[in-house]
């Protein structure tokens, strides 16, 4: 049993990640499997395992958990046809009948420190603010305030995470920008918002 374990791991890890025109900080990581593609990704940030991630900006210290998917094309539902072959761009085709303006991806902005749950889906152009909680299962359509946390399909404010007082001290600190030996020292307190917070 346990060697089929190790072999399902080591499998797993062969099945390197997929990364296209992105900036990716050298202390994040992209887990195995992983399509990103026009992102840039922050400090000690991480995507899991069977990710998509197109056009989005991630932040620092973020937690993306396997198999969810943030931002990629939209599509004019506006027009006579959905279809890419109607609109610029190259596409999956490789064919355009007409070449009329269409833009098919908004940039996707991911604040600091937030915490996306496995197998979510969050709609390209959504912004999602620091500390935020975003559910796993959760397809999410709409912008997420400071340390909310969002669950559900569709996606909805379930509650903060802390008083707004807490909130406002914690967003002042930008603790995400903290140098390295800052954040050894600081972290004692880590564990205890009120503590970290008392003197801010």
């Known amino acids: 049993m346990r060697l089929n374990y190790l072999f399902s791991k080591i499998t797993k890890k062969i099945q390197i990640p997929a990364v296209k025109n992105s900036k ?15 992102t840039e990704i922050g400090r000690y940030s991480y ?24 931002g990629g094309a939209s599509h004019p539902i506006e027009w006579v046809s959905t279809s890419p072959v109607f609109h ?23 604040g600091n420190d937030v915490w996306i749950g496995n197998n979510s889906l969050i709609k390209s152009g959504v912004f999602i603010a620091d500390g935020a909680v975003i559910g796993m299962g959760s ?32 967003n002042n600190t930008e603790w995400w920008n903290y140098s390295d030996s ?3 020292e600081e ?4 564990n205890d918002v009120n503590k970290f917070t008392i003197k801010k």
């Open 24 to 38: 990716i900080d050298k202390t994040a990581r992209v887990c195995s499997a992983s399509h990103i593609v026009n």
């Open 139 to 170: 397809v999410l359509t709409k912008d997420v305030g400071a340390y909310e946390i969002w669950a559900g399909n569709p996606a909805k404010f379930i509650r903060k995470r802390f008083s707004n007082e807490v909130i406002e001290k914690l």
């Open 47 to 70: 995507v899991g395992n069977f990710c998509t991630v197109v056009n989005t900006k991630i932040g620092n210290f973020c937690s993306i958990a396997d198999n969810s998917i943030i």
């Open 187 to 190: 972290s004692i307190n880590f």
């Open 182 to 184: 800052q954040l050894k």
């Open 88 to 110: 610029e761009g190259i596409n999956i085709m490789r064919k355009n009948f007409s070449s009329h303006e269409y833009k098919t991806d908004k940039e996707t902005i991911i």
